[in-house]
Nanobody
Framework: QVQLVESGGGSVQAGGALRLSCATS????????MAWFRRAPGKEREGVAA????????YYVDSVKGRFTISQDNAKNTVFLEMSSLKPEDTAMYYC????????????????????WGQGTQVTVSS
């Protein structure tokens, strides 16, 4: 059974840092695109970052470039999102997502192109 489980969320002050983890299980075969999305209250789900597990190519939304880093541990089937210099506007529920059929991160910021999602982990940044 395919499963994604996020962890690492919490509450921090502005300028702080958090590390999110997404442990995956149940997948076999090809490399795939792994992504982090977030949804803030009253806003649409937004693609934050993605990584293609085949060659570690990464993608970021402009608002987090230079502050967030996505990475993977292939041996542990885990994807990470290192977040630093956090701002109140980063407050959201963060979700890990992937595409079961594999392949690169084309259209990575479009939620509808992902087939599997975790339950989310809350990140709250206070000013």
């Amino acid at each position: 059974q395919v499963q994604l489980v996020e962890s690492g969320g919490g509450s921090v002050q502005a300028g702080g840092a958090l590390r999110l983890s997404c442990a995956t299980s149940g997948y076999t075969g090809s490399h795939k695109c792994m992504a982090w999305f977030r949804r803030a209250p009253g806003k649409e789900r937004e693609g934050v970052a993605a990584i293609y597990t085949g060659d570690d190519t990464t993608y970021y939304v402009d608002s987090v470039k230079g502050r967030f880093t996505i990475s993977q541990d292939n041996a542990k089937n885990t994807v990470f999102l290192e977040m630093s210099s956090l701002k109140p506007e980063d407050t959201a529920m963060y979700y890990c997502a992937t595409r079961r059929w594999g392949g690169p991160c084309t259209s990575w910021s479009t939620p509808g192109t992902f087939t599997d999602w975790g339950q989310g982990t809350q990140v709250t940044v206070s000013s």
